[in-house]
């Protein structure tokens, strides 16, 4: 990953509009609502309050009154993966959405409106990991980075960047920065020449049960007694704390079995 806060001003202010192809929300689905509101109000300090309700009961977190993600309730009859999806910013969600399909991905939800904050779609790429689009209007995404609680970085963990590569940079129009490495399979997505995400080839070693899927960071304080709590309010962890060139990192699991990584910036 990197140490690039794709979105974030020097006050941890979003901007008021994300550039294409940036990631501008996250957003999970799960069946138990209530659950895991408590659950990510103990780790991040969320608050809540409801959000558009097209695609089922929904609720926006808010960090000191600012949109940082969103959690919605899956129907009971619909056991889809429960996993953090990016959101990718779109000024035309047709449009990309059907460049999507041109490009050998999938569309399985939308394009539709979501009342008055925008208009999504959720599509997958050729390998299976999943994705969303946003154009915004009222809801503009993620309103405050760089702070504890918010989303700090989106990687795509794949079997091979190269091709997958391809497709992103096709669909988003990303300038590419691949790692230089003979064992390390990695490519930086830019906007503007700025990065705004990653794409890590892990080979045979993604989970058969799971497949190639993107990868939220949040940003915490201290990644040790992030983990600790995280235990407490009975989430799992999945990659023990650890320090990397980027700060200190872990990875874990909600009580459903969502995926995000932590991460404490280095001081």
């Not at 140490?3 to 550039?19: D, F, I, K, V």
């Not at 993966?81 to 999507?100: F, K, Q, R």
């Not at 096709?170 to 399979?185: H, K, L, R, W």
């Amino acid at each position: 990953m990197t140490e690039a806060r794709g979105s974030a001003g020097l006050n941890g202010e979003a901007h008021a509009r994300y550039m294409p192809g940036t990631p501008c929300w996250v957003s999970l689905m799960v069946h138990g609502l209530a659950a895991t509101q408590e659950f990510y109000r103990g780790l991040f300090g969320w608050e809540f309050e409801p959000g558009p309700q097209q695609l089922g009961p929904y609720v926006r977190a808010l960090l000191d009154g600012r949109e940082v993600a969103g959690i919605g309730q899956l129907p009971p009859d619909r056991h889809l993966p429960i996993a953090w999806t990016p959101y990718l910013a779109s000024d035309d969600v047709d449009l990309t959405a059907e460049t999507v399909r041109l490009c050998g991905g999938t569309v399985g939800v939308g394009p539709l409106d979501a009342a008055e904050a925008g208009r999504l779609a959720i599509g997958s790429d050729p390998s299976g990991a999943v994705f969303g689009i946003w154009q915004a209007a009222a809801h503009g995404g993620t309103r405050i980075t760089g702070v504890p609680g918010t989303p700090a970085w989106n990687e795509l963990l794949t079997f091979e960047t190269a091709s997958v590569t391809k497709f992103y940079k096709t669909v988003f129009g990303y300038e590419e920065e691949p790692v230089v490495s003979a064992d390390f399979d990695y490519v930086t997505l830019q906007v503007d020449g700025r990065p705004v995400a990653g794409v890590h080839g892990v080979g045979h070693t993604l989970p058969r049960d799971r497949g190639p899927h993107w990868l939220t960071y949040f940003e915490v304080a201290d990644t040790d007694e992030a983990l600790d709590l995280l235990v407490d309010l009975g989430g799992h962890v999945l990659q023990g704390a650890h320090d990397s060139a980027h700060g200190r990192v872990a990875t874990a699991a909600d009580p459903e079995g969502a995926l995000f990584s932590l991460i404490q910036s280095p001081r």
